[in-house]
């Protein structure tokens, strides 16, 4: 059985140590979470897995780093300083505040997120919308911009904003990397970092937050020269079915690539390669959906989009966690106007400027995807999370702690933890030992017994069957590791 809401998940994470309100001890502030020392494990190698999926699709994808604050002009440049809002609506009686948008939403179960803050006023008149947490009336629609704005100098002589998004920074830096690399497109531009939204009511946990962390990857390309290039890369993902909802259907659909054609190859070919991402490193595949957004609902920049979303009990139906744009050439021509930096290339017998398709994650959806799908309560409490992501991978225990099997296990212990994520637990009898380590996701569980000190054989538990093998102590690395890396299922080592 999965747990249902979100309060018994968060509650479950809290107490295992792997996210919670940060600021706990002063009451928490809405919108900011801390990662305790599991939630940090997973949160990690999710993103060492990201990016060895990512950058390894192109070996002209890179990893940059750029600043957390950006100056006034860049943002004004890119058009968050006018258009990065959300419309806001406050209670006359509570002083509550609300997403106009979502308040919409919540009555018709449509998207809103496209509406303006007219049309969403005539709604909520039309639709008689009061406030949510005491039904008083609610105000006036206005324009809220989400940016954080920060002083810049002793004297706050500059006005900067903490990003929000990671993208700027890739984009400013295409002329000096077109250079670096050798003029070679296409090229990547991934990031890896922090985001900050003053979100208007962050009241959805680890989904809505005013602090969070993004993961994206920015393509520059020319799509009259790279096209092809991309078109031969369908071959490696024509095998693929990937699971789709097009604006107008009402469910999703497993198909071929070759039923997207109308779409161009670059975006065929990444949508493709983020499905298997999920697939193969996040071992999500019926409660995922690739869904494409209509006109009304993208941005006027993204000239195709679709979110990724997943299926997540605990905040009530389908999720976005991730989204590929494909956003014409609209960043770098706004940054050549706003910086009179040339930000064209030689192409075609003229200058250019190139086009961008962003791959953008946010981290923390997804690692609440992942304990959403799976957290499991029932006969025991157990998470079933991918060997490659899971915060301890391996867990040594003595049967008992004495004639020498302690000893015995810390020579094991340290043996493993060079290889992987390894948990060296001693106390507790060895049924607690185990359910403690189901409650944290870790695959395999180790124990040495008084048959390792005879013939140096150890068992190995998995956590899905909860089936144990006996194995050599010579070979146990290379069954484990074997085993992580999906070369061999566990079934295939029972006698
Ligand atoms: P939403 O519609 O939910 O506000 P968005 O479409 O504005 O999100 P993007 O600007 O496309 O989001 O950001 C890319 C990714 O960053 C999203 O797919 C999401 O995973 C993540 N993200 C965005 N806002 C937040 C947030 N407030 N808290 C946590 N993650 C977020």
Known sequence: MVMTTREELESVCKRRGFIWQSSEIYGGEAGFYDYGHLGARLKDSWEEQWKDFFLSLDQNYHLVYTPNIL??????????????????????????????????????????????KDEIKNKVEELNISCPDCKGDLGDAEDFNMMFEVDIGPKGE????????????TYMNFPREYRALRRNMPFGLATVGPAFRNEISPRQGVYRMREFQQAELQIFFIPSIHDALFEERLEEVAYTEIPVMRTGDDMKKMISVDEIKDLPAYYIYHLSKIYEFYKDIMEIEGDIRLRELSSEERAFYNKIHFDVEINMKSLGGWKEVAGLHYRSDHDLSQHQEGSNKKMSVPADGERKVPHVIELSFGVDRNIWALLDLGYRT????????????APYQVAVFPLVRKDGLLEKSEEVFNKLNTKFRTFWDVSGSIGKRYARQDEIGTPYCVTVDYDTMEEDSVTIREIKTTEQIRVSITQLEEILQKLTEKEKLFDDYMG
């Open 378 to 389: 029932g006969d025991r409490d157990w998470l079933t999370i991918p060997d490659k992501l």
């Open 158 to 169: 500059r006005k900067g904003f903490l990003r929000p998004e990671t993208a700027q920074g």
């Open 71 to 116: 100056p006034y002009r860049v943002l004004e440049s890119s058009g968050h300083v006018e258009h990065f809002s959300d419309v806001l609506i406050k209670c006359n009686r509570c002083g509550n505040s609300f997403r106009g948008d979502h308040l919409v939403e919540d009555v018709t179960g449509e998207s809103a997120e496209w509406m303006g």
